[in-house]
């Protein structure tokens, strides 16, 4: 089992940067390829960044790309999104999630474990 917390949301002004954290607090994490999404209101829930369980190799989305970074620690059990350059359109409840999946995916659907998310809001 895993549970995920994250962490790190909030305002910020548009250009700012935020760093989100997710841990699991069971210490099964090394075996968990990880994931970020996120879901604006009335939208749907959208890839952000995935990284390999022992991260050396990680997979952004086009929105996110050079902007946006993701790493993870094994040894603390955490995995990171440095969101940097933000805007308006980044507004969104932001959510980490494991997946038992090796490959890289993008698909929420293969990904078995979420948190319950944090707000982040980029004002204009």
């Known amino acids: 089992q895993v549970q995920l917390v994250e962490s790190g949301g909030g305002l910020v002004q548009a250009g700012g940067s935020l760093r989100l954290s997710c841990a699991d607090s069971q210490g099964t994490f090394d075996v968990y390829r990880m994931g970020w999404f996120r879901q604006a209101p009335g939208k749907e829930r959208v890839f952000v960044a995935t990284?390999?369980?022992?991260?050396?190799?990680?997979f952004l989305s086009d929105a996110v790309q050079n902007r946006f970074y993701i790493f993870r620690e094994n040894a603390k059990n955490t995995v990171f999104l440095q969101m940097n350059s933000l805007k308006p359109e980044d507004t969104a409840v932001y959510y980490c999630a494991a997946s038992r999946t090796v490959p890289t995916t993008a698909r929420t659907g293969e990904y078995d474990y979420w948190g319950q998310g944090t707000q982040v809001t980029v004002s204009s």
């Open positions: 990284i390999s369980r022992d991260g050396r190799n990680a």
